[in-house]
């Protein structure tokens, strides 16, 4: 059993990391909160939150229930359904990232409008830019199962990169709309 040893070693691997991007997240979220609350009222003027996040949600939330359900036609050995929903994955995924670029773009220019006024913005677009950045390894995984999962390498009995690659986006949704939450609430 030495194959599954490891595999339960990667599993645990990545658990660690997954706690310990929580740690950085919060401690990011905490910090844009004490530099929000340094600015107890936004200037006139000093910008909108982007509607773009709202579509870049749309398409994340989207992403995690393809993964979801990709992941549970790997283990009903639903191979057809199961490529169908990670390449839905990718693509969701990718759309995610293009809108997020827009959006950014827009809190950068936001952030050099007002600099003058607060720093929010740009504090926005640092946490944002730090959240798509993790996105895009995880991106990059999902397209390595995917690569895998169209060549038949996973199956009822070895789904593990499948389960982790899941893990791993849905925790970067909890983290982006615990980042939505505290932006909307506070801007």
Known sequence: MPARRVIVQV???????????AIFFI???????????QTPNLPAGSGEFPAGLWVSTAFLIAGSVSIQKA???????RQLAFRR???????????????????????LEIHWQVLGKTRIWGFLFLLILLHAIHFLFGLGALLMVIYH???GRFDHEFYSNVKLV???WHFLDAVWLAMLATFLFTT
């Open 166 to 168: 899941a893990v791993y």
């Open 11 to 21: 599993e645990i691997g990545v658990y660690l990391m997954i706690a310990s991007l």
């Open 85 to 107: 929903w990670l390449v839905a994955a990718g693509v969701l995924g990718t759309l995610f990232l293009i809108s997020q670029s827009l959006s950014l773009w827009q809190l």
């Open 149 to 151: 999962g169209l060549r």
């Open 71 to 77: 992941l549970s036609a790997v283990k009903r050995e």
């Open 27 to 37: 401690g990011g979220l905490a910090a844009f909160l004490i530099v929000r609350n």
